[in-house]
C-alpha cells in the first residue's frame, strides 16, 4: 500500500480536527458542507469544489461556522491554525520530528491529530494515531485475537511493523476487519442549522 505525501499541512489538519469531535461518517458530512459553503468551484466542468482558502477561514467567526455543523471550540481552533498557515505548510518541509513539534506547538493539536496530518501530508508510514477510539481495538482483534485493546498493546503488536506501521493500520482499515462491538452507538452531534 502506498501512502501519498501532499505536502498539503492544512488541508489535511482541518479534516483531522474535525474528526477529533466527530465519528469518521459525521466529519466527512461536516467537511463537505464546509467545502461547498466556504470553498471555491474547481476548474473545469466536474461540480467539483476545492477546499477553502485558510486566510478566508481564518477571518471567519467562529459562529459563522456552527451552520455546518462545527461547534465553539473546534472553529476556534481550525480559525487559530488558519491564521498560522504558512507557517504551518512549512512543517512538510522539516524533518519529520521537527515538523510534529511545530504541529503539536498549536494548542489543540496533540499527538493524534499531528499524527492524522503526518500520514495525509508528510507521507508519513509510520505514524500511529495514538488516542484513536476504535484503531487499538482493531489492531488487537485483527493481530492478537484480543476484543479490546489499548495504545500501549497495540503499540506493542505493530512493533515488528516499526517503519510501516501507518501502513499497516491502513491495510487493516480497509481489510474489512472489526473488532466485537459492544454497547450502543455514540449520537449524532448536528448543531449545523441546515
Same mark, same amino acid.
Not at 56 to 62: F, H, I, S, V
Given at each position: 500500500?502506498?501512502?501519498?505525501?501532499?505536502?498539503?499541512?492544512?488541508?489535511?489538519?482541518?479534516?483531522?480536527?474535525?474528526?477529533? %469531535? =466527530?465519528?469518521?461518517?459525521?466529519? %466527512?458530512?461536516?467537511?463537505?458542507?464546509?467545502?461547498?459553503? =466556504?470553498? $471555491?468551484? @474547481?476548474?473545469?466542468?466536474?461540480?467539483?469544489?476545492?477546499?477553502?482558502?485558510?486566510?478566508?477561514?481564518?477571518?471567519?467567526?467562529?459562529?459563522?461556522?456552527?451552520?455546518?455543523?462545527? +461547534?465553539?471550540?473546534? @472553529? $476556534?481552533?481550525?480559525?487559530?491554525?488558519?491564521?498560522? *498557515?504558512?507557517?504551518? +505548510?512549512?512543517?512538510?518541509?522539516?524533518?519529520?520530528?521537527?515538523?510534529?513539534?511545530?504541529?503539536?506547538?498549536?494548542?489543540?493539536?496533540?499527538?493524534?491529530?499531528? @499524527?492524522?496530518?503526518?500520514?495525509?501530508? =508528510?507521507?508519513?508510514?509510520?505514524?500511529?494515531?495514538?488516542?484513536?477510539?476504535?484503531?487499538?481495538?482493531?489492531?488487537?482483534?485483527?493481530?492478537?485475537?484480543?476484543?479490546?485493546?489499548?495504545?500501549?498493546?497495540?503499540?506493542?503488536?505493530?512493533?515488528?511493523?516499526?517503519?510501516?506501521?501507518?501502513?499497516?493500520?491502513?491495510?487493516?482499515?480497509?481489510?474489512?476487519?472489526?473488532?466485537?462491538?459492544?454497547?450502543?452507538?455514540?449520537?449524532?452531534?448536528?448543531? *449545523?442549522?441546515?
Amino acid at each position: 500500500m502506498r501512502l501519498g505525501r501532499t505536502g498539503r499541512v492544512i488541508e489535511a489538519l482541518v479534516p483531522a480536527i474535525l474528526d477529533q %469531535k =466527530f465519528t469518521g461518517v459525521e466529519a %466527512k458530512r461536516v467537511w463537505r458542507r464546509l467545502v461547498l459553503r =466556504f470553498g $471555491e468551484p @474547481a476548474p473545469g466542468p466536474s461540480g467539483l469544489f476545492v477546499p477553502p482558502a485558510p486566510d478566508l477561514l481564518a477571518r471567519q467567526p467562529y459562529y459563522a461556522l456552527h451552520p455546518v455543523g462545527i +461547534e465553539r471550540r473546534r @472553529a $476556534e481552533l481550525i480559525r487559530a491554525a488558519c491564521e498560522r *498557515s504558512a507557517w504551518l +505548510e512549512r512543517a512538510s518541509e522539516l524533518p519529520r520530528e521537527v515538523g510534529y513539534r511545530r504541529l503539536s506547538s498549536v494548542r489543540g493539536i496533540g499527538p493524534w491529530t499531528a @499524527a492524522e496530518v503526518g500520514v495525509r501530508a =508528510f507521507g508519513d508510514a509510520d505514524a500511529v494515531s495514538v488516542g484513536d477510539y476504535h484503531v487499538p481495538s482493531l489492531v488487537t482483534w485483527a493481530l492478537a485475537g484480543e476484543p479490546r485493546g489499548s495504545d500501549r498493546r497495540m503499540l506493542e503488536l505493530l512493533e515488528p511493523y516499526s517503519g510501516h506501521r501507518a501502513r499497516v493500520i491502513r491495510l487493516l482499515e480497509s481489510s474489512g476487519i472489526t473488532a466485537p462491538r459492544y454497547g450502543p452507538r455514540a449520537p449524532r452531534h448536528d448543531i *449545523s442549522c441546515l
